[in-house]
């Protein structure tokens, strides 16, 4: 640490700040890294390790051709501590990778704790210091921190919950039976695709809908109930025709294969300019994701959907990532400043590997005057990445990686596995050219190694 030149403050040792800690410590630079844990625990850690896996120990599928296979090999590709030391762990799961997970955050605590360049300090930062900071302090920072990232960021851009209806991927809907059009053809065009529903059909999804089995909340999170955003099972529990006036309401819509009104009409909005994913308009829910799947197949036009993210509702501290952070997640308002993690609404434990190594790198840069590093959009993280903080992204919801967000091929390709082997081909040559063209990132420390 003595000789270090640059210096920088990552707060919270979770997986973002982990992999943003020993990153920026192996380019050399001081860093002190502040974890509140065990003395402040949070509602969801049981430890003090960095790096604990507050739920499942599964880091999701290792196949490349999936895009969080893929997320993966793009995270080896750059040398990610993280994700060496989950491989490290690995336990047998089948086609997904999983790990052992006291094995990891002891593993990843003492790699970290050990570094010559990384201060460790166990306290609950309440303020931002001066000079470089990633702050990562996950979904469940301490409420002692959140005055100061609401000063910071204002209030309006912080959210504490994710009330999100799910996504599907575009090119997985029926185009047959939905239909573009706005309600009584006002917008822009057709703003938004309509699934129309019989009484038959939607009597038959009212009945799954509410006999579906639901994810228990947390105790943390029963308490804390939202008045004005209802999960869409609950609205329906209020009575059987409570949908058909709400967010299921057909008035001004025409289904154009029978000329007529549907009795029901689940509406679909564009997720991005290139209208590649779509939400399904006032489904925020609690149903378990199996169940979503289940029921929501049940949506003429639907049956076939691939969900790029399940609706969920839990505590989570997010940002509004496109309307404040710059694509190296830098604030735009104080470029010292980047968001690290679930915070900046990369949803997944290794989305948050990947955005504090991203901030890391960033931060290395900006300290010694090397140029920004912004992933290929066409790679899983990268896609993501461009997503988030694209201004032009509205209703910011945190999401994972998935192929709904990168951009389309150039040729269009029917079934869905030749699809996304297209997809991972195109990202993997883009990434290998992409970091042909930047030796300034390979890392030269060793110090883990
Ligand atoms: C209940 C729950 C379950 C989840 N389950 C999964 C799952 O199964 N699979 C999945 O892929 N994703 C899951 N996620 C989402 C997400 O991937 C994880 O939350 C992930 O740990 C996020 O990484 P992070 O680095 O952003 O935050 P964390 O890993 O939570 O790290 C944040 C760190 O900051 C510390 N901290 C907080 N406030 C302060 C402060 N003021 N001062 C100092 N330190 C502070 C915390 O103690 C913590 O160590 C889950 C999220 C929640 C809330």
């Known amino acids: 640490m003595a000789n270090a030149v640059h210096s920088a403050t990552v707060i919270g040792a979770g997986l973002a700040g982990t992999e943003a800690a020993w990153q920026l410590a192996e380019r050399g630079v001081a860093v002190r890294l502040l974890e509140m844990r065990p003395a402040v625990m949070t509602p969801a850690h049981h430890t003090g390790d960095f790096a604990e896996l507050v739920c499942s120990n599964s880091l999701k599928s290792d196949d490349p051709s999936t895009a969080a296979g893929l997320l993966k090999r793009e995270l ?11 491989r490290e762990c690995a ?7 999983a790990v052992d997970r006291e094995r990891f955050s002891h593993a990843a605590t003492e790699l970290v704790s050990e570094h010559p360049n990384i201060e460790v300090v166990r306290a609950e930062a309440d303020s931002v210091p001066d000079g470089s900071v990633i702050v990562a302090t996950g979904p469940l920072t301490s409420s002692a921190l959140e005055p100061a990232l609401a000063r910071l960021l204002g209030s309006e851009r912080l959210s504490f919950y ?24 006002k917008g822009a065009g057709a703003d938004y695709l309509n699934a129309p529903m019989s009484r038959a059909e939607y009597d038959a999804f009212y009945e799954a809908l509410i006999g579906a089995r639901r994810i228990t909340e947390k105790d943390f999170e029963r308490k804390e109930l939202f008045a004005a955003c209802q999960p869409v099972e609950e609205v329906a529990r209020t009575g059987r025709d409570a949908l058909r006036y709400g967010a299921l309401k057909p008035v001004g819509l025409t289904d154009p294969r029978t000329g007529e009104r549907p009795w029901a009409v689940v509406q679909l909005r564009a997720e991005n300019a290139a209208a590649t994913a779509y939400n399904l308009v006032g489904f925020q829910t609690n149903l378990a994701f199996g169940e979503q799947d289940r029921v929501f197949r049940l949506i003429p036009g639907l049956e076939d959907a691939e969900f790029v993210r399940h609706g969920v509702m839990h505590r989570n501290t997010f940002v509004d990532a496109p309307r404040l952070l710059d694509e190296t997640l830098a604030l735009r308002s104080d470029r010292r400043i980047r968001l690290a993690g679930q915070l900046t609404g990369t949803e997944g434990y290794l989305e948050a590997v990947a955005s504090g190594l991203v901030a890391a790198l960033n931060t290395f840069a900006d300290l010694v005057g090397g140029s920004p590093v912004v992933l290929p959009p066409t790679t899983a993280f990268g896609a993501l990445l461009a997503y988030a903080t694209n201004p032009e992204t509205t209703s910011y919801q945190p999401m994972h990686v998935n192929f709904g967000v990168v951009p389309p091929l150039e040729h269009r390709i029917r079934g869905k596995r030749e699809r996304y082997a297209a997809y991972a081909d195109r990202a993997t040559r883009d990434l290998d050219a992409w970091f042909a063209a930047r030796p300034d990132l390979r890392c030269q420390g060793g110090h883990g190694t």
Request: proline share 5%.
């Open 162 to 185: 994710d009330a999100a209806a799910p996504i599907v991927d575009a090119l997985t809907l029926d185009r047959d039976t939905v239909f573009a059009a706005s309600r009584y053809d």
């Open 76 to 86: 080896e590709a750059m040398e990610s501590i993280v994700m060496r030391l989950a």
């Open 91 to 97: 336990v047998p799961a089948g086609g997904a990778l």
